[in-house]
């Protein structure tokens, strides 16, 4: 679990190539920034869409899975 600013998301993927791509459920494929989308579809990176509509984001979730304060 790592967690990135949005304006580095594209060159962090492309740099860490992780198996799976979490964004919160309030995103839509057709929403993800164009350069996001292409960083991980160029590297096979699967998109997960996680929690629910007014549910946490998924860098809160991602702060609970490292034991940060939410």
Not at 30 to 53: F, N
Request: glycine letters at 8%; charged letters at 25%; hydrophobic letters at 45%.
């Amino acid at each position: 679990v790592t967690l990135f600013p949005e304006d580095t998301a594209a060159a962090t993927l492309r740099a860490l190539r992780p198996q799976v791509h979490a964004k919160g459920e309030d995103y839509e494929p057709a929403r993800i920034p164009p350069e996001e989308g292409a960083a991980a579809r160029e590297c096979g990176i699967a998109l997960a869409l996680v929690g629910g509509p007014k549910a946490a984001s998924s860098s809160a979730l991602a702060r609970r899975l490292l034991g940060e304060e939410v």
